[in-house]
């Protein structure tokens, strides 16, 4: 990956935004906007082992760039599509791993297309002892009214995994 590159050269530095601070007290808590394996390689220098809870919202690696990022990780004609995203993952979520404190929870938003080898992958990781469910939610409201019976097939939930102790 090319952020492997610039983070063997670079530390990358986190800078505030004033105009979206909250005043909350004296708590803080923070967003990281940017390239999330730097941002957690990142935390992990300062958050090692505190943090509780952790959502992410991986690529789904369904070919498309319609979001905020490119979700075109891995060309849809390779052999070893899913090993690449698997690979792509394993890196985060291993980095993940240290940050999470004795008591956590993890949240991770996937499609059909990688849930089977985020699960796996997750197991492994994180142990299959900490998997809590997963939730499923429906994030098209109406079935795709198209010719294309395979469109008409097309899932209209995705899906959350929860893993915690």
Same mark, same amino acid.
């Given at each position: 990956e090319g952020i492997d590159e610039v983070l063997e050269n670079n530390l990358p530095v986190l800078t505030e935004n004033t105009d979206l601070f909250i005043d909350n007290?004296?708590?803080?808590?923070? @967003? =990281? $906007?940017?390239?999330?394996?730097? #941002?957690l390689k990142l935390l992990g220098k300062t958050h090692k082992g505190k943090i509780d809870l952790i959502y992410i919202d991986p690529p789904y690696n369904t070919g498309t760039d319609k979001f905020k990022y490119d979700d075109n990780i891995v060309d849809l004609n390779d052999n070893f599509r899913h090993s690449k995203w698997t690979s792509f993952m394993q890196k985060r979520l291993l980095a993940v791993k240290q940050l999470l404190s004795q008591n956590w929870v993890l949240f991770i #938003?996937?499609?059909?297309? $990688? =849930? #089977?080898?985020?699960?796996?992958?997750?197991? *492994? =990781?994180?142990? $299959? +002892?900490?998997?809590?469910?997963? =939730?499923?939610?429906? *994030?098209? &409201?109406? *079935?795709? +009214? &198209?010719? #294309?019976?395979?469109?008409? @097939?097309?899932?209209?939930?995705?899906?959350?995994?929860?893993?915690?102790?």
């Open positions: 007290g004296g708590q803080m808590n923070f @967003l =990281i $906007e940017g390239d999330n394996l730097a #941002s #938003s996937i499609d059909n297309n $990688e =849930i #089977s080898a985020l699960k796996m992958l997750c197991d *492994s =990781i994180f142990g $299959e +002892n900490n998997f809590i469910g997963t =939730i499923d939610w429906e *994030s098209k &409201t109406k *079935s795709q +009214n &198209t010719q #294309s019976a395979y469109q008409k @097939l097309q899932p209209k939930c995705e899906y959350i995994l929860c893993y915690g102790r």
